[in-house]
């Protein structure tokens, strides 16, 4: 019986040898690891741009609220602890209603440090330092500004040079990555327009 010739194949349908497959496995890892790489570089680079951006937020936040109270106020009041700071002022508001108002930051370094805000009527009861507790429970009327908050080298959170003067200097930050956020702001008061003060505590 005849042999039947054997069958060649062509050269364009030939297998991939095993050299070839290690080689192309090679080449597909390293691809992957440079686009893995660069992916991981964007995401932590738009999670930086996005925590710094939202410190900035922060600060800009707590910088507005002290300074547009600062500039309606007719009578300040800083006390100073080492459990943190309280800001009292009795401002004429700032709508275009003239009404008599009492507002307050309290500014506190446990936990990273945080800034709180309160505003009341005069008739209410005078403005003092919360306790860790009322803070804890969201309590007093206490709104909580912002956290992450803390003095910007050696300068505290609020300085009072002179009765119309304030000083507001702090850090907010960023997260492990990025430097703080700082904010340094100086507002003056109206003054010499004193009320029958009931918005400090004696």
């Given at each position: 019986m005849p042999h039947s010739p054997p069958v060649r194949r062509r050269s364009g349908e030939r297998g991939i040898t095993l050299v070839e497959l290690l080689i192309y496995s090679g080449l597909s890892v390293l691809v992957l690891a440079l686009v893995g790489g660069m992916l991981v570089n964007?995401?932590?680079a738009q999670r930086r741009v996005s925590e710094r951006s939202q410190a900035s937020s922060v600060g800009q936040i707590i910088a507005q609220s002290v300074h547009a109270g600062v500039r309606a106020a007719t009578e300040l009041k800083l006390t100073s602890a080492s459990t943190g700071q309280l800001l009292v002022l009795t401002s004429l508001g700032t709508s275009t209603e003239i009404v008599t108002v009492c507002e307050g930051w309290y500014y506190t370094p446990v936990n990273g440090g945080a800034m709180y805000a309160t505003r009341a009527a005069?008739?209410?009861?005078?403005?003092?330092?919360?306790?860790?507790?009322d803070l804890a429970a969201g309590s007093g009327g206490w709104a909580l500004l912002g956290t992450g908050i803390q003095p910007d080298q050696a300068s505290p959170v609020f300085a009072l040079?002179?009765?119309t003067t304030l000083h507001l200097t702090f850090a907010v930050n960023s997260g492990t990555d990025s430097a703080p956020v700082r904010i340094a702001t100086t507002s003056t008061s109206r003054g010499n327009e004193a009320e029958a003060n009931t918005c400090f505590a004696p």
């Open positions: 964007s995401l932590t005069p008739t209410s009861a005078r403005i003092v330092a919360p306790s860790a507790a040079p002179t009765s």
